[in-house]
């Protein structure tokens, strides 16, 4: 039972170039996550998807797009990288089915973008 | 909107206690903490709700004042390994709404 597992774990881009995100679970969670993290900031969502066939934006969706494959992958594409997109990258799932429940993330993906 | 963390940072010594608060301004539903070594990925502590249900680690407590919309996550007899960014996530209603997270309070505990 891996998690949660992220690909690539370091990356780094020009700006201009484009590249994506992988994320995978082994849970059989049906809601997943894309947040970044900057210092001070805290984490941030970028998008998320509550289920499989569905996708929404977070509170910084901006040159970003996501695809929900199937149950267990979710991916976070950069079309147009930009130094402002310089961050750690984290994915995370959740079963939504009762009340209580925890997130579980995946080791990061920390992005340089020159 | 995104909860608000208090203090920012706080340096204890080994077998110190602390307590991290975390408010807003919106009625909320479920408070969550989570906790992040340095280099590693966020870890679930605990999950206070509405009504009183709680889950989550047996060494630390939490409290939830649902009418001030505040809760505050206890850190007794502290060690070593309770070093880390503690993180405060707050849902405003249920459904599948997501986490909104806040800044996050940096502990240190020295020997």
């Known amino acids: 039972n891996a998690g949660v597992t992220q690909t690539p774990k370091f990356q780094v881009l020009k700006t201009g170039q484009s590249m994506t995100l992988q994320c995978a679970q082994d849970?059989?969670?049906?809601?997943m996550y894309w947040y970044r993290q900057d210092p001070g900031m805290g984490l941030r969502l970028i998008y998320y998807s509550a289920s499989e066939g569905t996708t929404d934006k977070g509170e910084v969706p901006n040159g970003y797009n996501v695809s929900r494959l199937n149950k267990r992958e979710f991916s976070l594409r950069l079309e147009s990288a930009a130094p402002s997109q310089t961050s750690v990258y984290f994915c995370?799932?959740?079963?939504?089915?009762?009340?209580?429940?925890?997130?579980?993330f995946g080791p990061g993906t920390r992005l340089t973008v020159t | 909107q995104q909860p608000v963390q208090s203090p920012q940072a706080v340096i204890l010594r080994e077998g110190e206690d602390a307590v991290i608060n975390c408010s807003s301004s919106?009625?909320?539903?479920?408070v969550h903490w989570y906790r992040q070594k340095h280099g590693e990925a966020p870890v679930f502590l605990m999950i206070?709700?509405?009504?009183?249900e709680q889950k989550g680690h047996e060494k630390i407590s939490a409290s939830f004042n649902e009418k001030k919309q505040q809760s505050s996550l206890y850190l007794t007899a502290s060690q070593l390994s309770y070093s880390g960014t503690y993180f405060c996530?707050?849902?405003?209603?249920?459904?599948?709404?997501?986490?909104?997270f806040g800044k996050g309070t940096r502990l240190s505990v020295i020997a």
């Open positions: 206070l709700l509405k009504g009183g």
């Open positions: 995370a799932s959740s079963d939504r089915s009762g009340r209580a429940y925890e997130q579980y």
């Open positions: 996530g707050t849902e405003r209603w249920i459904g599948n709404t997501p986490l909104v």
């Open positions: 849970m059989n969670h049906n809601s």
């Open positions: 919106k009625a909320l539903y479920s």
